[in-house]
């Protein structure tokens, strides 16, 4: 199923040197700085439970798919928020998925699956009806096995670092767990403080007097609540967190002055604030991060422009993050403009931008920078981790802003399994944008080896400060 | 003049495998769900007058780029609505269209002309100024004759089914014709309410009082306004329809209550309502064909985005459709929300998206689809419905939607010699997009014969419900 | 250094028809319709200083892509506003240039340097730290001698005309000498009248009053200030001028009535004018200059949508031109329909557009130009102008507004010694593109022929006008 030269030019001599770049990257260990997978797995280390829960429940990828075509959410197992009946066997679900897994023809999940059915589990026929049964005993038997087991298959991975990503809220107990075991592998945390920086996320107000009750600070207060985040930060510090994680609706950040800020935070937490404040204040608190972490070194991430939850039926049915997120059109050069203004020059700051609007690769995020030494550019995100995301963000940025403005691969991904097939296609796929530069001469092959080990592991460690 | 070989990628292995994958789909019958072929030839089945009244006069892709080059339509032959003088030899017109035909270098047109006089006519050679009254006298010639009528070139061109397009206020004359004279063509209609729903529309108020005289409803009155349209599209089902169609200046929806549509639909009628309204009332008018569609299963077509008569000279001279509308950037994210929150989630309703705005492929529309059942994307139309126009179409927007979200090809064209020429470029375009999933091995050859004569065939005829 | 290849695609077919095209244009003279290089070079063809003078100090594209990764400014010699102290060694500037030559894999920078390295200097191996002083010397030594004078580099370059860009405010000396001088060298000028178009630039006041004393009109009234620039425009006519050029922040154009104008031009002159009356303004004088360019056949153009000076603290440091203009969406539909509607089908008027935002290209650019006689598109500019700039230029622009609406290359450039590399850039790209037409047979080859030569050549004379 898995073809050795799989996302190679088909030209000879293109393919020759597409190998010879791939071998020399293809067993470096993996470097994971962005992602979801669950701390908990690795602390507990127990089973994974069954092939659907392991690869179709939790995956947005698959069951957004399967329902553009009909199929009902209930009927891949996703839980309703009211307990309303769903799927529990979990056999009629990979049932279900195989039957469709024609509609991933030419998707990168289908890239993903074929490469751990192989590599995993050593199915190396296409899954459909017809062998979905024995594929799922096979797995099923597999991930009872000790060799299956989150720390194991963590090691069978080469994974070198991972980073999950945590809110201000959660204890990280799990990072604890992880770290009083023992076990070698390296799991460090990233603060994601959305739940107590966005006045829209679900039970703002709550989070607030909650993140006040763990730092012990008065965070109804404005200078409490920017002390808690300095404690928090430090506290994530402790376990291990490099980077800082941001999912704002837009890119747009703020330079209010201290008293401006207190007062819109008061108006925010009275709950009674427009939606123009709520921007504001989401704005504003980009600012004070980039600000903390000048003092604190964590690398900041921004992921601006996903409009969550953009089917109001689903949500209420399903809940958030069930596969109804949808891209919206992202402006930098002026959101980012106060930010900039302040620390854009500060090479000790590294901002890393994402993006789910290619139109800004070439106007404005290679421009930004190309120019500006504090910002990086994130790898390609979400829809656009695939061949031709990654093709076209390398053919749209790489002219302006070269390859040292950008800082290698984020699987940014809870399908564990799914990890080594991700980083191996983008490994190849840089691979393959090398060897087109190779092959027209417009880089050395000798150079393009370097950049190649670059894009695969050097780039992410130096970023991230890992 | 044709290479067998056109358009299929050059390296030797690729374009084996495009060769058999087109050899696979090549005579399929043309299904061309959408178009605007008038149904008054199948219904006389006249003659056709001659090469540039075939050819050229009825062509905007033709005129519009010879005008940029400082042709003027009058020299065309395009009717001036003031009656004023124009050029009437047609042999004058097809010789002026010879000496610029090498303005359409590297254009689809150029494709979709060689491809008709080869095919239809047997002529090799490139058109130029040297052969231009040689190809003038043998098209001229075989257009007198019988195997050039309508008919017999709608068979010859194997087509199982076409849809004209027509407004509501059109009795569909034709189209009782065709069916009367027992020709077993399948020619059916499509509704195309602009006329009586846009109220920028020229003659709209007029329009709508007519639309209750056809029907015999109070169309002044918003309940037997709606009603005329139930109505009236019952009466396109039953000569054959399947679809609708809405051209309008962009993708707004709207959800209003019933008191507040009747209040904007008197307003809108009384003729002096704001921009802003008028683009409200085509916003409402969306939620309310939808709703029907919901009810009479006629499948929904949007083809938003084109800003109609940019030109004013021109307008004044020659009126609409003469080759000055110009694209405008097009949301879809937010303007469509208000219909989608209502009818996104009927997995019985097909609402088909059409853009001239590429950027909404990866951003919005791939998404959009990607989730809604209701969603399905249209093919790059007008200005895309070329090459490059497919490539981007399906690198861009197949990686989250996949192949089974989109639902063929139309040809949307009321040049008829063209159409097997749009449709054979299509297939071959998609056959050379799967040769590079092939050829990189991101899908399996089997796999590509089966998606080929899916886009190809099977799809418009699913989606259409044809 | 240089592969004779470069740039063309590697399929051995394909790169055998690259050659033969590029053949047939490889040596044709350079035509540079717009640019930047400084007259007084080849008015007083005086030594270039040195190695870092000549290459790195004036081009912003090496010091931007040094300073996105912490390269201060000073230590490349870029001259403080405030006369603080920067690297006056001109050895240690290109030593650190040298050092830091990786960063500029995959960009254009790297094609052009090695390109003017190996052939002006011989020099054949890629720069780096280890060769540095070494490069240095040889560059340095080749400086002093006549054959790097700019008149000998000029003639060397086969350059058969190039055009400078000169402020209204400049008494063009320079062009006097150069004329007076007898040398055979066709140096002419553009006006540029930003300085005292646009009421943002620095010191727009006191120069439009420098406006009045230098043509002797009164320039603080309308009329006057209008016959200025009639007059101005004449008096760079008899220097060669075949063309304007306009720097906007936008492609905003209007047409006010003549008070009302003249009431907005006291407005902005008073200096107290808002925001949207300075763009106004700009806008106004868009629709002037095409009016005058109408009675005086100056060719048009306007280079709209960049931020200029985005970085607040550079601005301060060093000035305008310092690397930190950013690119910005921009519109031309809308924007232009002003200017359009007045003008857009004078057939005897050029308007050359250019943008720096590429996704209007297919949707904006390229349908105007394929349809306004007065349209002409401008070839991809500043972080466009390299290899996958150019090929998406075409790719995006061709199939809608074919080769003819638009106008070849421009070198855009004060890099004096990168010109022949960019032109041979552009011929190569070119050249592949028409490749890849000519291997899946959209294009005939004996037609490529043609092509590539008015590509590289013919339309630049022909729609400047030189």
Redesign the interface.
Known sequence: M??P???????P??RKIARSLYEGVRDLPIVSPHGHTDPRWFAENAAFDNPAALFVIPDHYIY??L????VRLEDLGLRRLDGGEVETDPRKIWRRFAQHY???????T??WLDHALETLFGLTE?LGPGNADAYYDAIDAALKTAAFRPRALFERFNIEVIATTESPLDPLKSHKAIRDSGWAGRVVTAYRPDAVVDPDFAGFRENVRQFGEITGEDTLNWRGYLEAHRQRRAFFKSFGATSTDHGHPSAATADLLAHEAEALFRRVLAGDASTQDKELFRAQMLMEMAAMSCDDGLVMQIHPGS?RN?????FATFGRDT??D????T?Y??AL?PL??RF??H?DLTLILFT????AY???L????????A?RLGPPWW??D????MMRFR??T????????TVGFNDDTRAFPSIPARHDVARRVDC?YLTN?V??????ED?AHV?ARDLAYRLAKRAYKL
Chains 1, 2, 3 share one sequence.
């Open positions: 898995l073809h030269d799989r996302l190679f030019p088909v030209e001599r293109a957004r798919m329902y553009s075509q009909g024609y509609l991933f023809r030419g998707t990168p289908r890239l296409r409009w953009h089917n109001p039926s689903l596969g109804h949808i891209p919206t059109r402006d050069v002026q403009k900039l203004d854009g020059n090479a789910l609007d290619e139109t070439s106007r404005e290679a421009p930004l920078a190309g120019h500006y030494p910002l829809f656009f695939s061949y031709e995301g053919e749209l790489t002219e302006t802003a070269g390859f040292y403005n393959a530069l092959v027209n001469h417009r880089l050395d150079e950049v």
